[in-house]
T-cell receptor, first 113, second 110 residues
């Protein structure tokens, strides 16, 4: 059984479009995260939710909006896509917030043309 | 100053040798440390976690933590070509989540 899943796996789109990425975890974890990994492999946290409550909101353009309908799901909507948004976006979950082991989804490779 | 620092590499070792990967962190209050392995095009997967000073061994992997020096390392014994990957160090830095280093690329030469 897949622990943390993301859809879609690949996303190729034009500048200016709006797109969403979905994430689901079946581990029963309370906390979920969105990370962006750039071409240099640096993994940078964007958002974190604990039991549907937003607890981390890093300096991210407000074109990015996360939504957590329940603690097993965390989605990411991106408005007005720009070339610099091209990256791999990883969802992750952990039992609780803070210094806990995080389990990553397979990633969504976004390419903005 | 970066919170978690790693040498980007590549670190090249021959098959069968010991690979030594190093990481330093800036927050003296950090309590939890993790090593993740990431193959090209894949997601990070946990190798080991360490919370106390000293060594922790798991198979061919040994994590070492020195809180006084703010230093974490990962040793891979009997390195195999399948160990070639990017290794990410992570620490809790009081931000309610982990902070990751930029990773060290390891190449094991057959």
């Amino acid at each position: 059984d897949t622990a943390v899943s993301q859809t879609p796996k690949y996303l190729v789109t034009q500048m200016g479009n709006d797109k969403s990425i979905k994430c689901e975890q079946n581990l029963g974890h309370d906390t979920m995260y969105w990370y962006k990994q750039d071409s240099k492999k640096f993994l940078k946290i964007m958002f974190s939710y604990n039991n549907k409550e937003l607890i981390i909101n890093e300096t991210v353009p407000n074109r990015f909006s996360p939504k957590s309908p329940d603690k097993a799901h965390l989605n990411l909507h991106i408005n007005s896509l720009e070339l610099g948004d091209s990256a791999v976006y990883f969802c992750a979950s952990s039992p609780r917030e803070g210094g806990e082991t995080q389990y990553f989804g397979p990633g969504t490779r976004l390419l903005v043309l | 100053q970066k919170e978690v620092e790693q040498n980007s590499g590549p670190l090249s070792v021959p098959e069968g040798a010991i690979a030594s990967l190093n990481c330093t962190y800036s927050d003296r209050g950090s309590q939890s440390f993790f090593w993740y392995r990431q193959y090209s095009g894949k997601s990070p997967e946990l190798i080991m976690s360490i919370y106390s000073n000293g060594d922790k061994e798991d198979g061919r992997f040994t994590a070492q933590l020195n809180k006084a020096s703010q230093y974490v390392s990962l040793l891979i014994r009997d390195s195999q070509p399948s160990d070639s990957a990017t290794y990410l160090c992570a620490a809790d830095t009081g931000r309610r989540a982990l902070t990751f280093g930029s990773g060290t690329r390891l190449q094991v030469q057959p």
